[in-house]
């Protein structure tokens, strides 16, 4: 049974928190489709196209910035949700999910510098 009346501001800001990863996860995928190297196809090879063969180290910077902020997110929302969501109704699974993808992007980014 949910006592409550209305959503509370930390109920709110669980919510949003849960839609700023989603999006900042939307963008952390855009750049590390940017900074890893391009694949050779059969029309670069037909036109002799000049691929990049590394990974670009200014992109890999800003997919570390985007990731550290995913994960300041991530375990902000889960402290959260740990304190304040303890109904079905409170959003926490996404930012758990956030916040594994943010560490293996982490990973990789750190591995590639």
């Known amino acids: 049974m949910d006592r409550r009346k209305t959503n509370d501001f930390w109920a709110q800001l669980l919510f949003y928190l849960n839609?700023?990863?989603w999006i900042l996860l939307l963008f952390v995928l855009l750049i590390f489709n940017r900074a890893q190297p391009e694949f050779e196809t059969l029309f670069d090879r037909f036109?002799?196209?000049?691929?990049?063969?590394?990974?670009d180290i200014q992109?890999?910077?800003?997919?570390?910035?985007?990731?550290?902020f995913g994960i300041f997110i991530s375990l902000s929302g889960l402290l959260l949700g740990i304190f304040r969501g303890?109904?079905?109704?409170?959003h926490k699974k996404s930012l758990i999910l956030m916040g594994i993808i943010s560490l293996a992007?982490?990973?990789?980014?750190?591995i590639e510098l």
């Open 105 to 110: 992007m982490l990973c990789v980014s750190m």
């Open 19 to 21: 839609i700023l990863a």
């Open 47 to 55: 036109y002799q196209l000049k691929l990049r063969t590394s990974w």
């Open 86 to 90: 303890r109904r079905k109704k409170d």
């Open 59 to 68: 992109y890999l910077h800003y997919l570390i910035y985007m990731v550290s």
